[in-house]
Structure formats: C-alpha cells, structure tokens
C-alpha cells in the first residue's frame, strides 16, 4: 500500500491515519472525490504550483506572518509565551492559507464553480476573497443562526463577490452548512468543494493539513533566530475541526519535546449539554465523510454542539486529532465560553489584541498549564476578532 | 436457498415497482400500516429507509421524514421488532435503506444478525465504501444469508460499476441522475445507453433504478432497459398528503403502473 508518513504519523493511500479518515461518500461523490484524490498531490507537489502559491502567500496574504514574543502574557504566566500572528494574515485569519492553495487547484483542475462552507465565516471571506482574485464564481453555505451572529463576515463575501445560500436544517450552524454544501456538490458535480477544515472524505483532511503546515513551518524558522532552537516545549491551538492546530502541529508531531496542546470549545460546560468538546463527550463513528471522534446519540444520531464562538461550533474533529488523542501524541483540553472570554479580555488588556472568539479559547488554558520559567510556549493565534465585538461588547463587565 | 429477492427476479423481469419509505413516517408505527397495504398491492419490493439525522444523499422531502421519524422516537430496534411483526404478513422483498454510521453504533455484526432474525432481506448503504464491505461486512452478508445493493451512477465508469455490480447480489441500483434523492433531472437517453454498454460488459445481476422516478412516465422510461424502478421522495409525499392510506396507495401504485398495464393488455 502506497503510504505518505511524516514522523508521527502515516496517511495511507485511502487516507486512513490508524483507524480514523477514510471517505465515507455516496457513489454519487466518488468520481468527483477519486479526481481530487488522483490529482491533489501531483498538482501541489509541483514545483511551478508551489512557486505560484508561496508568492500569493508572501505578496498578498502578507507571509510569514510574525511570531511575536508576548511579555506581558509572558510575565503573568511566568514562561516565554510566543504568537503566531496568524491573526494578521490579509482577511484576518488562517483560513486563506487553505482557501487559496486550494482555489489554485481548483483553477489547475479546470473548475470554475467554486462552493464552500462556513461557520464564523472566516473560511467563507478567505474563500470568496481567493475566488474574487483568481476569477472563479463562489457560494458560500452558511447557517442561518451563523449569518445572524457573524454579520460583518457575511456582508464581506457579499461584497466580495459572492452568493450566500443560508442553511436552514438542523441547528442551522457548521454541521449543516456542510451538509448543504455537500448535496449541491452531489446535484453540482461540475463544482469544486473548497472544505475549510482538516474533515470530510480522504483527500482533503491530508490536503488542507499541509496548505496549513505553512504555520509550523514558519514557526521552527523563526525560532531558530529567536530562541536559537527549532522545536518549542509547547504549541496550543483551538480545535473545531482543527485546521489552524493541524497546522500549526505539523512540523512538531512525533518530534519527542514539544508537547501538543489542542484546546476544544466546551461552551457552557462537559455535563451541561451545551458543549462541542468532541473528544470529550464523542465517540467513534462517521460524519461528512470521515471515520473520526463525533457527538452522537446512543443510536448514532449526530447531536447539535454548542459553543459561543461559531468556528468552533462544531460536532466532529478532523481524523488526524482523533488519531493523535488516541495514540497520545497531542493532548486535548476544553474551555468553557466564559473561560474564553475571560482570556481574550485579558488579552486585549495586555497585549493590545483582540482574537477572534476561536482562537481565545487557545489563551484560555494558560493558566491550567504548569510551565517551567524557561519553557518556550507558542500559541497559535489563528484569527482577530473585529467579527466577534458584538459578542465581546454584550460581555464586557 | 434463494433469498426473496433472487425469486422476484426469477418470477418476473420487468416493470418491477420497489416503494421507500422511511420508517416511523409519519407516524412511530406507520409501518404497520402500510407495509400490510403494500402487501395486497401491486408493489413488488419495500424498501424501508432508517431515519438518521445527517443524510447527506437525500433531498428535502427524505430529510424531513427522516427528521420527524427521529422526532417520532423512531430507532433501529423499534424497526427490528416492526420487521419481525410484518414478515408474517407480507412475502415480499425488504430491505434496509441506511447510512453507516446508524450500523456502526448498533454493532455491524449485532445489525446483521438482527436482520436475519427479523426477515430483512437486504440492504442498501450508499456512504459504505467498496473495500470497507469486503473487509468488514461481507462476510456478515454471507453468513446471514442477505443481499447487499451498492449504487452506481451514470457517472461511475463501466469498469467500476461491474466491480460494484459483482459485490451486490439480489439487484444492483442505478441512480437514474447524479443528484440528491427527489431531484427530477433525467436524461434516460445516456441510461439506457449506459446499461446497453455494462450488458455487453456482461452484467448479469438485475438492474432497477432510482431518484427522481415520480409519475407512470418516468416508471415507464426506466422501465425500457432495466428490471424496474425504486420510488421515494414521490410515494413519501403521498403519504405525507394521505387521509386515507388504504385507499390512496392502490391508487398511486395503480397510476404508477397504467402505462405497463395497457402494454399488457396489447
């Protein structure tokens, strides 16, 4: 069997990371998934892609993107605390990373029809952005729920040129909006399906893992002029689905010294219902096309997660956080809505930055971390909040 | 041993009519209702759809049953126990219509030998990949004596839709367009081409076929080179509509099969 390995892990030629991946689609997908599947390596390994990407990401997303010594945070927490200012990448996040690698794959496939989900609609406006510059046609699904609590990012793919088609089922949030995304590709077959996270059918949690391992990549460069060293004691990095912690993990899997911190949104609690801590209250079985950790009823009926940040409002983790929890090689927490908010307060007040509700919930688990003074601890902060103020101005005290 | 569905064929070739309908629709017991109906009509094969609450190859009209039967507290063991009930009632074909994760949560095993218990003949799981089957359920299929459906599309290459085609037994279900289940864009034209070419490829297993399949014409157009045709969304929203079942499914199955009646009479 034909197998990709970096250390730490394997994806096999199904995409399979130990048990979890695969691609659990209808007949109705595959000749469309297999294309992708034949082609995504072939295309982004090639030396003339690489150079088109590398040059969009340094030109126009603004790469690399710092990663900044934080003192103030550092002193509170009595350890060289770092941020990979992801949140300072063009359209405000990491989110362009992958959408844009992965719209000039489109383009080189020949698709015109560009379709994606979203769930803060981070992925939407970095979609609709790489779709605005390459001249491809973009829809965005988006849950009703998500359109009413992300209104600045929906007017933004708007303006940018594209279609918002709302996601009525379910809780109308992420879940569905995929779901609805994945029926017009089933009736679309023509489109191309930019999946904004490390989740769905085998090519694409390998594919969008490495158009986001750029952030690892990047963060061992930087510490070597920084710190003198390439690998950190730690990298924490919030996880929906976990793109922005995939890639920021990349580069350091399997490497024996730095520890792998992946933090989930608990929402209002573990026990309280209201909660999209997958690996906590989830099990085994299939959603969007992938065998991973998912929240599920005794029957298998997906529930509905809840978290106040949108991103992470999500019932599923990519394949590769569930492989890395179960072989232990990264570690996952949870933190709570209100936890969140505290951090990113904090935040604000010491360093002058406002995250995105997403990547607060990585600052929230600072304080639940023993660090040695001399450890070198890297958070990735994967977006800003100027989408998240009306949340942060209803809970400012 | 042939298996119910092998006999069906054996019996009668063409203009076969297989109904879907989700289980717990629109009632938790509704089952009981309408499968006995079925029974004493000119349908030949029931397909029984397990509610789940992400089904990613439906339409909306699907989506919705699935949802109100979960709302029903419809589950995999209330179908079982439904199944058992009606096996004594009806001869004809059942299968199980399902998505994977419902088999994996109940246990693969536990759910093939359930089947067995309870008189389900086959199943149909569109989101069950071809190498996933033969390592993990095949062997299930065989020892509990069942058949097992994949789908092809008029997409799927003839190599691989003969490959899907020898690991189904009882039928093989061709989708009659690339679409979500109710969508009504068919071309029958590149269908019946499309089957001409995988007869000459030496398919043998019968063919019937699905999605968007609403009135007496379009049963009649894919009844022209297959062994039949499965409808769903369109029987659902006759049920959905019904105030009276005993009378309005005769009569849907009746208009369904006109065009085949009249060729009879010639």
Same mark, same amino acid.
């Given at each position: 069997?034909?197998?990709?390995?970096?250390? !730490?892990?394997?994806?096999?030629?199904? !995409?399979?990371?130990?048990?979890?991946? &695969?691609?659990?689609?209808?007949?109705?997908?595959?000749?469309?998934?297999?294309?992708?599947?034949?082609?995504?390596?072939?295309?982004?390994?090639?030396?003339?892609?690489?150079?088109?990407?590398?040059?969009?990401?340094?030109?126009?997303?603004?790469? *690399?993107? *710092?990663?900044?010594?934080?003192?103030?945070?550092?002193?509170?927490?009595?350890?060289?605390?770092?941020?990979?200012?992801?949140?300072?990448?063009?359209?405000?996040? /990491?989110?362009?990373?992958?959408?844009?690698?992965?719209?000039?794959?489109?383009?080189?496939?020949?698709?015109?029809?560009?379709?994606?989900?979203?769930?803060?609609?981070? /992925?939407?406006?970095?979609?609709?952005?790489?779709?605005?510059?390459?001249?491809?046609?973009?829809?965005?699904?988006?849950?009703?729920?998500?359109?009413?609590?992300?209104?600045?990012?929906?007017?933004?793919?708007?303006?940018?040129?594209?279609?918002?088609?709302?996601?009525?089922? &379910?809780?109308?949030?992420?879940?569905?909006?995929?779901?609805?995304?994945?029926?017009?590709?089933?009736?679309?077959?023509?489109?191309?399906?930019?999946?904004?996270?490390?989740?769905?059918?085998?090519?694409?949690?390998?594919?969008?893992?490495?158009?986001?391992?750029?952030?690892?990549?990047?963060?061992?460069?930087?510490?070597?002029?920084?710190?003198?060293?390439?690998? *950190?004691?730690?990298?924490?990095?919030?996880?929906?689905?976990?793109?922005?912690?995939?890639?920021?993990?990349?580069?350091?899997?399997?490497?024996?010294?730095?520890?792998?911190?992946?933090?989930?949104?608990?929402?209002?609690?573990?026990?309280?219902?209201?909660?999209?801590?997958?690996?906590?209250?989830?099990?085994?079985?299939?959603? /969007?096309?992938?065998?991973?950790?998912?929240?599920?009823?005794?029957? !298998?009926?997906?529930?509905?997660?809840?978290?106040?940040?949108? !991103?992470?409002?999500?019932?599923?983790?990519?394949?590769?956080?569930?492989?890395?929890?179960?072989?232990?090689?990264?570690?996952?927490?949870?933190?709570?809505?209100?936890?969140?908010?505290?951090?990113?307060?904090?935040?604000?007040?010491?360093?002058?930055?406002?995250?995105?509700?997403?990547?607060? /919930?990585?600052?929230?688990?600072?304080?639940?971390?023993?660090?040695?003074?001399?450890?070198?601890?890297?958070?990735?902060?994967? &977006?800003?909040?100027?989408?998240?103020?009306?949340?942060?101005?209803?809970?400012?005290? | 041993?042939?298996?119910?569905?092998?006999?069906?064929?054996?019996? =009668?070739?063409?203009?076969?009519?297989?109904?879907?309908?989700?289980?717990?629709?629109?009632? $938790?017991?509704?089952?009981?209702?309408?499968?006995?109906?079925?029974?004493?009509?000119?349908?030949?094969?029931?397909?029984?759809?397990?509610?789940?609450?992400?089904?990613?190859?439906?339409?909306?009209?699907?989506?919705?049953?699935?949802?109100?039967?979960?709302?029903?507290?419809?589950?995999?063991?209330?179908?079982?126990?439904?199944?058992?009930?009606?096996?004594? $009632?009806?001869?004809?074909?059942?299968?199980?219509?399902?998505?994977?994760?419902?088999?994996?949560?109940?246990?693969?095993?536990?759910?093939?030998?359930?089947?067995?218990?309870?008189?389900?003949?086959?199943?149909?799981?569109?989101?069950?990949? %071809?190498?996933?089957?033969?390592?993990?359920?095949?062997?299930?299929?065989? $020892?509990? $004596?069942?058949?097992?459906?994949? %789908?092809?599309?008029?997409?799927?290459?003839?190599?691989?839709?003969?490959?899907?085609?020898?690991?189904?037994?009882?039928?093989?279900?061709?989708?009659?367009?690339?679409?979500?289940?109710?969508?009504?864009?068919?071309?029958?034209?590149?269908?019946?081409?499309?089957?001409?070419?995988?007869?000459?490829?030496?398919?043998?297993?019968?063919?019937?076929?699905?999605?968007?399949?609403?009135?007496?014409?379009?049963?009649?157009?894919?009844?022209?080179?297959?062994?039949?045709?499965?409808?769903?969304?369109?029987?659902?929203?006759?049920?959905?509509?019904?105030?009276?079942? =005993?009378?309005?499914?005769?009569?849907?199955?009746?208009?369904?099969?006109?065009?085949?009646?009249?060729?009879?009479?010639?």
């Amino acid at each position: 069997m034909q197998t990709q390995t970096i250390k !730490g892990y394997t994806v096999t030629e199904e !995409g399979y990371y130990g048990n979890f991946g &695969g691609a659990y689609i209808p007949e109705l997908l595959y000749k469309n998934v297999q294309e992708l599947t034949e082609n995504y390596l072939k295309i982004t390994e090639d030396h003339d892609f690489k150079t088109e990407l590398n040059k969009l990401l340094h030109d126009y997303v603004g790469r *690399p993107t *710092p990663l900044y010594l934080a003192k103030n945070l550092s002193k509170k927490y009595k350890a060289k605390i770092y941020l990979k200012r992801e949140d300072l990448n063009h359209t405000g996040s /990491h989110k362009i990373n992958n959408a844009l690698g992965q719209a000039l794959l489109a383009k080189k496939l020949g698709k015109q029809k560009i379709i994606a989900e979203t769930g803060a609609g981070q /992925h939407g406006v970095a979609t609709a952005t790489a779709c605005a510059l390459l001249g491809l046609d973009c829809t965005v699904f988006m849950g009703e729920v998500d359109i009413l609590r992300q209104a600045p990012n929906v007017a933004r793919m708007k303006m940018l040129g594209a279609k918002i088609i709302p996601a009525t089922s &379910g809780t109308k949030t992420l879940k569905d909006a995929t779901n609805e995304a994945i029926r017009y590709w089933i009736n679309n077959t023509d489109s191309y399906y930019i999946i904004g996270s490390v989740v769905g059918p085998h090519p694409y949690p390998d594919m969008v893992t490495r158009f986001q391992s750029i952030i690892s990549k990047e963060i061992k460069k930087q510490l070597v002029s920084l710190e003198g060293k390439e690998d *950190p004691d730690y990298i924490v990095a919030c996880i929906g689905g976990g793109s922005n912690a995939a890639g920021a993990f990349y580069s350091f899997i399997g490497n024996g010294v730095t520890k792998l911190i992946g933090v989930e949104a608990e929402g209002k609690g573990i026990t309280s219902g209201h909660t999209a801590a997958t690996l906590k209250v989830g099990s085994t079985g299939i959603i /969007h096309g992938s065998k991973t950790f998912l929240m599920q009823t005794k029957d !298998g009926q997906i529930t509905e997660p809840y978290s106040i940040s949108a !991103g992470l409002d999500y019932p599923g983790i990519g394949p590769l956080h569930a492989y890395l929890c179960e072989t232990k090689q990264a570690s996952y927490l949870s933190a709570t809505d209100e936890e969140s908010l505290t951090a990113a307060f904090e935040l604000m007040k010491l360093e002058g930055i406002i995250p995105a509700l997403e990547s607060a /919930h990585a600052f929230a688990v600072l304080d639940k971390l023993k660090f040695n003074s001399t450890d070198v601890i890297v958070i990735n902060l994967s &977006g800003r909040g100027d989408k998240d103020l009306d949340t942060y101005l209803k809970n400012y005290k | 041993m042939t298996t119910r569905l092998q006999q069906l064929f054996t019996k =009668k070739q063409d203009h076969n009519l297989s109904l879907f309908i989700t289980a717990g629709f629109p009632k $938790k017991e509704s089952l009981l209702e309408i499968i006995p109906i079925l029974e004493s009509s000119d349908c030949d094969m029931i397909e029984i759809g397990i509610p789940f609450s992400d089904p990613l190859a439906d339409g909306p009209i699907i989506q919705e049953s699935s949802t109100l039967a979960l709302n029903n507290g419809m589950t995999l063991d209330l179908i079982f126990k439904q199944v058992k009930e009606l096996r004594s $009632k009806t001869s004809k074909p059942i299968l199980l219509m399902g998505y994977l994760n419902s088999l994996l949560k109940f246990g693969l095993e536990d759910f093939y030998s359930a089947c067995f218990d309870s008189g389900v003949d086959g199943l149909i799981i569109p989101d069950l990949p %071809l190498i996933e089957f033969q390592l993990n359920h095949e062997s299930f299929v065989k $020892k509990y $004596k069942l058949d097992f459906v994949f %789908l092809i599309t008029p997409e799927t290459e003839n190599k691989r839709a003969i490959e899907l085609a020898n690991n189904s037994s009882g039928f093989i279900y061709l989708v009659s367009s690339n679409s979500t289940t109710g969508n009504s864009n068919k071309n029958t034209h590149d269908l019946n081409k499309k089957i001409n070419e995988l007869k000459e490829m030496g398919l043998k297993l019968p063919l019937l076929i699905g999605f968007g399949i609403k009135n007496a014409k379009d049963f009649e157009n894919a009844c022209g080179s297959s062994n039949g045709a499965i409808i769903g969304s369109a029987f659902i929203q006759l049920v959905k509509n019904s105030n009276d079942l =005993k009378k309005d499914i005769p009569q849907f199955i009746q208009s369904i099969k006109t065009i085949s009646y009249d060729h009879s009479i010639k």
